[in-house]
C-alpha cells in the first residue's frame, strides 16, 4: 500500500525535492545531496510507472550529452589521479541527471509556478542575507564572515565565497528580471511586479558589492549579446553610454587589482594558469588526464615553471575540461550546449507574447551570462555554481513550447 501511494505520487515527490535542493544549494552541501538523491529516486519511479522510455527531451541532444558523459566515464581508464577521478564521474552523471529531471519534472505549468514562488521566497532570504552580511559583517544563515579587500567588503550571503554568489546572481538576475516584466505586462499585482523590481535592484547591487570584475563583464556581455540578438540597437548605445560614465565614476581599485609590480593582478595571474591547461591539452589533446585530476597532474606538464598562482584550477572551465578528458569530450559538451541553445532560440513563433517564452529565454540569457563566465573562473568545476546551471538548463527546457511531448 505504502509503495502504491509512492507510486502514484512519485512525480510530486521528486518535484518537492527539486525545490528543496534549489534552495540548499545556497547554504548546506549536505541537503542538496540528500534532495538530488531523493528527487533522482522518485523520478526513475515515476518513469517506470507511467512506462516512459523515450527521454522527454530533445533526442539529439541526449545523444551529444551522451556523448560528453562517456567520454568522461572512458577517461576513468587512464586516468592519473584514480580517487578524483571517480569523485569526478559521480559528479558528472549527477549533473546530467540534474539537467534531465529538471526537464521533464518542470514541464507541467503547475510545477514551474511552484518553482518560481520558491525561487522569488528564497531569493528575497537570500538579498536581505547579503544585505546583513555587508553591514554586520556576517551573514545570518551559515555565519559566513565579510571578507575584506582592497576595493571593499565582498558579499558571499551564505555561499562559501564572493565568486559562488556572484555566478549565482549573474545566472538568476534575467530570470527575475522576467518575471517582475511577466507580472507587470498582465496587469494583475502590479505590486508584484514592482516588488520583483525592487529585488533585481537589490540583486545587481550585490553582484556589485561581490567586486568580481569577471561576473560584472559576464553580465554585460550577456546583455550585449541579448540586444544584439533582439535588434535593440538605442538600448545597445544607452548601454555603451552608461558603461564608459561607469568607468570614469567607479574607484580605480575596483577596475585594477595591481600586483606588487604593478601590474594587472588577474590577467597576469590569468596568462600563466591558462599556459599551464594548453601545456596539458598538447601533451594530451585526445584523452586529456582523467576528470577530476586537473590539479594534481597539470604540474607534470608545465613548462614555463613560472611561481605564480601553482596548483590551481584553470579558471577557464574549458581548457580545463579539454585538459582532463580531451578535446572530443569538449566538443560534446560544446554542440549539446549549441543544440539548447539553438532550440530554445527558435522556440515560438516572431512577435509571440507568451510568457512562457520571455521566462525561457530569460534562463538562456542567465545561462549565457555562466558560459562567458566559465572563461575566466572556476564556476564549471564547483559543485555549487554548476549545480545552478544544469539545473536552470534543464528548467528552460521545460519551458519550450517546441520540446517534444
Sequence with gaps: MKLDFFGVHARTIG????????????FSLALAEIATVVALLFWVLWRFREGIRAPRIDRAAVWLLAGYVLLCLLSLFWTEAPKESYRGIFKVLKYAAIFWMSAEIFRENSARKKFQTVFLVFYGILILDGFIQYYAGRDVLRGVILQEASSGGRVSASF??????????????????????????????????????FMAAAACLLLFWTRSRGAWLALIAGGILWLFWSRKWKWLLGLGILL??????????????????????????????????????????????????????????????????????????????????????????????????????????????????????????????????????????????????????????????????
Design 15 to 26: 518535484l518537492y525535492a527539486l525545490l528543496v535542493l534549489w534552495c540548499a544549494i545556497a
Design 160 to 197: 562559501k565565497s564572493f565568486g559562488l554568489l556572484a555566478s549565482y546572481l549573474v545566472c538568476t538576475i534575467p530570470f527575475l528580471i522576467a518575471l517582475g516584466w511577466a507580472y507587470y505586462c498582465s496587469g494583475r499585482k502590479r505590486w508584484y511586479a514592482w516588488t520583483i523590481g
Design 244 to 405: 564608459a560614465g561607469l568607468y570614469f565614476v567607479l574607484p580605480r581599485s575596483m577596475i585594477i587589482h595591481q600586483n606588487a609590480e604593478g601590474q594587472e593582478q588577474s590577467i597576469v595571474e590569468r596568462y600563466y594558469l591558462w599556459d599551464r591547461a594548453l601545456n596539458v591539452i598538447k601533451a594530451k589533446p585526445w584523452t586529456g588526464t582523467g576528470i577530476n585530476s586537473y590539479v594534481k597532474a597539470h604540474i607534470r606538464y608545465d613548462q614555463t615553471k613560472n611561481w605564480r598562482v601553482r596548483d590551481y584550477y584553470a579558471h577557464n572551465g574549458y581548457l580545463q575540461a579539454a585538459a582532463e578528458t580531451g578535446i572530443p569530450s569538449v566538443v560534446f559538451l560544446l554542440a549539446f550546449l549549441g543544440l539548447i541553445f539553438y532550440r530554445g532560440l527558435t522556440s515560438g513563433k516572431p512577435g509571440d507574447k507568451d510568457d512562457g517564452l520571455l521566462l525561457q529565454r530569460s534562463l538562456l540569457l542567465g545561462l549565457a551570462n555562466f558560459l562567458v563566465l566559465t572563461v575566466v573562473d572556476t564556476v564549471f568545476h564547483n559543485p555549487q555554481a554548476v549545480t545552478v546551471f544544469w539545473y536552470l538548463l534543464g528548467l528552460q527546457a521545460a519551458y519550450q513550447k517546441t520540446a517534444p511531448s
